[in-house]
């Protein structure tokens, strides 16, 4: 029983990387980026788990700027995919244009919080 089920796994993930192959190099940096935004955000989370989280609001704006940033960028590789049939006319320049807009206005209001 364990056997088929380590042969499925290891199927399931040569399909996956044969199909992540495909992906243009564009939307693998934006996946990259979303990755490390993630991993900062676990990071932070274990440092506080350790450390403590004195300053509380520091420990939110951190985590929530990591999530916040990896949502929009998330928000961008949808826009961008040239697969994705509900923003073909949008042009990819506005897409970034809005995904830096809008990364402003979180950034502004993380520091808000932060005091």
């Known amino acids: 029983m364990a056997k088929s089920t380590d042969n499925d796994?290891?199927?399931?993930?040569?399909?996956?990387?044969?199909?992540?192959?495909s992906t243009p190099k564009n939307l693998k940096i934006?996946?990259?980026y979303v990755v490390f935004a993630v991993i900062t955000a676990l990071i932070q989370v274990i440092y506080m788990a350790f450390v403590g989280s004195f300053p509380f609001n520091?420990?939110?704006s951190g985590v929530l700027s990591c999530v916040g940033?990896?949502?929009?960028?998330v928000c961008l590789r949808i826009q961008v995919n040239k697969e994705n049939t509900d923003f073909k006319n949008?042009?990819?320049?506005?897409?970034?244009?809005?995904?830096i807009l809008c990364n402003?206005?979180?950034?502004?209001?993380?520091?808000?919080?932060?005091?």
Do not use: C, K, W
């Not at 940033?69 to 960028?73: F, K, S, W």
């Open 9 to 21: 796994a290891m199927a399931l993930i040569q399909a996956l990387r044969s199909a992540y192959s």
């Open 30 to 32: 934006i996946d990259l």
């Open 58 to 60: 520091s420990f939110l």
């Open 69 to 73: 940033t990896a949502v929009l960028a």
């Open 90 to 99: 949008l042009a990819p320049e506005r897409a970034f244009a809005d995904f």
């Open 104 to 115: 402003l206005v979180l950034h502004l209001v993380i520091m808000n919080f932060l005091g």
